[in-house]
């Protein structure tokens, strides 16, 4: 194995001296990013000697990383004669990283190129005692050079969708040896635990953790809204389009049901004027949040425009129905557990990869929806408010699917404990 990776590692580097001109070449007429290449290529270096003793987290980009964040401040809490080192393999990652993580990390960078000599550079100098790779992670140097240093590698939160599973099972001959540099192979289901078998990991080695992202906590501090017999449609996290939307379907709905109400929170503040201004355009009363005469309850107002920082995530506790942004645009839409921590019903729009893993489990359970367009969520909204049975049913799957993932920090926790 030794010569193997030798003779793969002196022609990785020739093969990255010949392709390198090439790929600035090409990212530059195309006006995109390098930011992050010599890194990956190994060219990078600590301001100052890393720790002896390190924990190394991987979330390839920006759902990995945020899913890693109640762990990794666990792991920080609990370990504390270890280091950690964060590594991302893509720029937005990288820079939610830096936003998280600045602050309890030694240090963050970019994962290398699964090359052998990008990847003994890599090593060389972060040196890591174990290795946690988030979700769907197989990279073959990787994984050959941290068992021929006897470094423990973790895969954690792993799941593979129906789509990969497909082309990955004819080559489980090719995976069954990538398997087997892993320590511990850690699954969100069963299913997914099957499925990483059938691929070629031993049934030994791969275990059920359940859901990273479901390891959440409601927020402690009360909320400050006198409900009263309403019912409160939430549009959370909205982007430029998307208010749009709701408004004309809260508008469309108020005839059908005078008790709606709608609170409407815009992702950026930057945008609270422009979203008043829709709000004034349709013609219903309103309030701001900040109006300390109006902010505790919807009065005579039908819409609250949410101005407040830091509040969002207690409001969904007062809703009925949750609607989460970022989803009818290229976004990637915004975290729909903070409303299905208080058991309520999610819908969202159709741009959904930042958190794919987590709504398919919602609308597998029944509780959410992902809708395709504006009439979709005007019709799903409708059935919410119109059948109390259907409406009940999709708030007890909220609960259930909840609790059922919850435990999964504590998991790795115990695996990170007896393996170092």
Same mark, same amino acid.
């Given at each position: ?158 799941? !593979?969708?129906?789509?990969? &599973? +497909?082309?990955? %099972? ?5 995976? #069954?040896? =990538?398997? *087997? ?63 749009? !939307?709701?408004?004309?379907? &809260? +508008?469309?709905? %108020? ?5 709606? #109400?709608? =609170?409407? *929170? ?155």
């Amino acid at each position: 194995m030794n010569i193997v990776f030798f003779i793969l590692e002196f022609f990785s580097a020739f093969l990255l001296l010949v392709l390198t001109p090439i790929y600035f070449i090409f990212r530059k007429l195309s006006d995109k990013s390098t930011e992050g290449y010599l890194a990956k290529a190994g060219f990078f270096n600590p301001e100052k000697p890393l720790s002896e003793k390190i924990i190394m987290f991987h979330g390839v980009s920006v759902g990995e990383v945020i899913a890693l964040e109640n762990l990794i401040k666990l792991t920080h809490e609990t370990f504390k004669d270890y280091k950690i080192v964060i590594t991302t393999g893509t720029k937005t990652g990288q820079d939610i990283a830096n936003k998280k993580y600045s602050n309890i990390a030694e240090y963050i960078t970019f994962f290398p190129f699964d090359m052998p000599y990008c990847v003994k550079r890599f090593f060389d100098k972060i040196r890591p005692d174990i290795i946690l790779m988030a979700e769907t992670e197989l990279w073959p140097s990787f994984a050959m050079y941290a068992r021929k240093k006897n470094i423990p590698l973790l895969l954690i939160n792993g799941r !593979i969708s129906d789509d990969s &599973f +497909k082309a990955y %099972k004819y080559f489980g001959w090719f995976f #069954k040896h =990538i398997f *087997a540099c892993y320590t511990g192979i850690f699954t969100q289901s069963e299913d997914d635990r099957q499925k990483m078998i059938q691929m070629g990991a031993r049934a030994d080695k791969t275990e059920v953790m359940k859901n990273l992202k479901f390891d959440i906590q409601k927020n402690p501090n009360p909320i400050n809204f006198n409900k009263a017999e309403e019912r409160i449609l939430l549009a959370g996290s909205t982007h430029k389009g998307e208010d749009e !939307i709701v408004l004309k379907i &809260f +508008k469309n709905l %108020k005839n059908k049901f005078p008790d709606l #109400k709608l =609170i409407i *929170a815009p992702r950026h503040l930057t945008r609270k004027q422009d979203v008043e201004t829709l709000i004034k355009e349709i013609g219903f009363k309103h309030a701001l949040r900040s109006d300390t005469n109006a902010g505790a309850a919807f009065g005579e107002n039908d819409i609250i425009l949410l101005d407040t920082l830091g509040e969002l995530s207690r409001m969904y506790k007062i809703a009925d129905i949750a609607f989460i942004g970022g989803s009818f645009n290229n976004t990637g839409g915004h975290n729909p557990l903070e409303a299905v921590i208080y058991s309520k019903p999610v819908i969202s729009g159709p741009s959904i990869k930042n958190f794919k893993d987590i709504y398919s489990l919602l609308t597998k359970s029944g509780a959410a929806s992902v809708v395709k367009n504006q009439a979709e969520f005007e019709q799903y909204t409708e059935k919410l408010l119109s059948d109390k049975d259907f409406y009940n049913k999709t708030v007890q799957n909220a609960a259930k699917i909840f609790e059922s993932q919850k435990g999964a920090k504590d998991f790795v926790i115990d695996k990170i404990r007896e393996t170092l």
